[in-house]
DNA sequence: TTTATTTTTTAGCCAAGGCTAAAAAATAAT
DNA sequence: ATTATTTTTTAGCCTTGGCTAAAAAATAAA
């Protein structure tokens, strides 16, 4: 059994190493959770101790493929019960995040076997990030960034990929959600801004938007 | 905001104050919660500090009124967590308490307020608990022990005393759960034993069975 | 009303998980 | 190839929430 703290570090480290490709550093761990390099050296000392992760000083963390189920599972238990907030207690999509935070911690193997059948299996959380299924299989999909699509182009909305309370309301207030159809009017080269169209309305986004945005083109 | 250890001191002090009337005592604490006096005289000036509670050296514990709402918030949380797992994830009502302690720490107004309402807000929990409304007032039941009925009186089951695996599940093993009707065919002076009738079933209890069974009687 | 027993508190220690400041290693710049 | 800068680790300290052993207070017995 691992501490709330452990759970942490673990959770932090993965998501880390999926997109810094391996090896995590102790400044990257230390931004991520806003805590200080000195703690995280110490703590990731001790989950090398624990065999979840593998770690060379001054090289830097990367999970075991222990470690990997582990945080696998809490990322498995953090967005099934997203999934409940939002489609059970109609939480909105904004709201979530904090809650599933503590939830994710909550020990029981049974309530979140019961809780996924509950909910129908999803394979998706509210934002659109992939659930993995009880063996830690993340279902594979081809999304793009809305930034990535070219003019007269249009796509899906499947996800998001920063879920900060102000980026999913900006949305909310564009109409647009998981599902939504996008087309691309234009595009500035300049700035990488575009002009898209949603349902009726046509409106102006930044490239900072649109690189938060991932669409499916068929 | 209060520490995990912090809410379950201030719980358990709830529950004995109700049964032992008025002012706990460090022993008690201690004994509930598994722990050394030494430690519960540590929190309990600590609790004090905050005034979470009233304690007179020597004396005891008891709570405030902030203390008893503290403490009347986890309580509800607790017994709707409860009800959850029973009536919608389908767990049997001797394999939830567990995680409702976990669940009962997970801090959000808004989540235990549509929980409720998802819920169609109940008044007890699947032990038959009365659970406190939003404003912290019980329901007030008039209940009394099966042990407390006459030979050919009868009663409703209503809940359990003791909750613990092991009598809950005779209980099952008997046919015996909440709404059940309860002939008492017989009553032994000498042990407070019974012989009692559950549907069609005849059987025998021990006093230490029927004095842990409520029920109503009209 | 002393004496014995039980209950409670105090004192001192420990582990987990933080922090700051200083040292050391790695990396970048001259 | 040095020197400067950045990153990381170490050393030492703090708080929380435990523990044991000894002291003190309250209660029960003689
Ligand atoms: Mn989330
Ligand atoms: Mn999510
Ligand atoms: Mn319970
Ligand atoms: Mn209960």
Redesign the pocket.
Known sequence: MY????E??IKTIFHLQQTKKGVV????I?ES??????????????LSEKKVLS??????AQLTEEGKKIATRIVRKHRLWEVFLVDKLEFHWDEVHEIAEQLEHIHSTELIKRLDKFLGSPAFDPHGDPIPDEHGNFVKTEKKLLSQLHKSQFGICVGVKESSTEYLQYLDKKKISIGTKINVLGKEFFDGSMVIEVGTNQFFVSKKIADNLYVQTL
């Open positions: 501490s709330l703290a452990e942490n570090y550093s102790t400044n990257a230390a959770m806003d805590t200080k390099a000195s703690s995280v050296t110490d703590m990731v000392q001790k770690y060379v000083k001054y090289k830097g």
